[in-house]
């Protein structure tokens, strides 16, 4: 993990809902809560626009953050974002406590490389259906990928890529696949169009009745 997020934050003794309006009206800030580990659950507030603009990093969902809550550091991973129902305004944040011996569940995003020029789509006229954009990982934190790489290059056409085909780092597990084969969910999947299958199919009639 390359990036850095350190998140400033401060202790919360007021709580409720009135506390937490005035929090976000008149402070600027959002209420949140650090949860997990050995010690109790501790409700903080944090700087709202900072938070904003650290979601804008697709890296901060799927990495190890620091909270400073003054000059207390805590590591954390992102559990929960609660947002306004219809404004850009978020109100509310949850954070687990992660330590190195113990194992980490969370949500990495998926990239996928050559999607545009891989053989079966540039050249075949395949499109690519995904089921998948992230998929639940299980290591420990210092494992713990910002992303995972599926290469369509040599994906074929009518070709299903499962949850076992993707390349794992060492020491990181794909949460769904402990629970058995039967939980090989499909990822993505290149196929030809409806339209231009049927458009293949009659073709192929036609040079059959031509040959006839």
């Known amino acids: 993990m390359s990036q850095e997020f350190v998140i400033e934050a401060f202790p919360r003794d007021d709580q409720g809902r009135g506390a937490s309006r005035r929090l976000r009206r008149e402070e600027k800030k959002i209420p949140a809560i650090i949860y997990g580990g050995n010690a109790e659950a501790t409700p903080i507030a944090i700087w709202h626009n900072e938070l904003k603009k650290a979601l804008e990093n697709e890296a901060f969902f799927s990495h190890v953050l620091t909270i400073d809550i003054a000059g207390k550091k805590e590591s954390v991973i992102l559990k929960d974002l609660q947002r306004h129902p219809y404004k850009p305004i978020l109100s509310h944040a949850d954070f ?117």
């Open 96 to 212: 687990q406590r992660v330590d190195k011996d113990h194992d980490i569940h969370v949500n990495v995003p998926l990239h996928f490389l050559n999607e545009d020029t891989a053989p079966a789509v540039k050249t075949h006229g395949g499109v690519v259906s995904h089921q998948m954009t992230e998929v639940e990982v299980v290591c420990r934190p210092q494992n713990l990928p910002e992303f995972l790489e599926i290469d369509l290059t040599d994906v074929e056409m009518d070709q299903v890529i499962h949850l076992s085909d993707i390349a794992l780092p060492e020491g990181v597990r794909i949460a769904a696949l402990q629970q058995g084969e039967d939980h090989d969910l499909p990822v993505l999947s290149i196929h030809k169009p409806k339209g231009a299958k049927a458009d293949d199919a009659e073709e192929g009639e036609e040079e059959e009745g031509g040959e006839e």
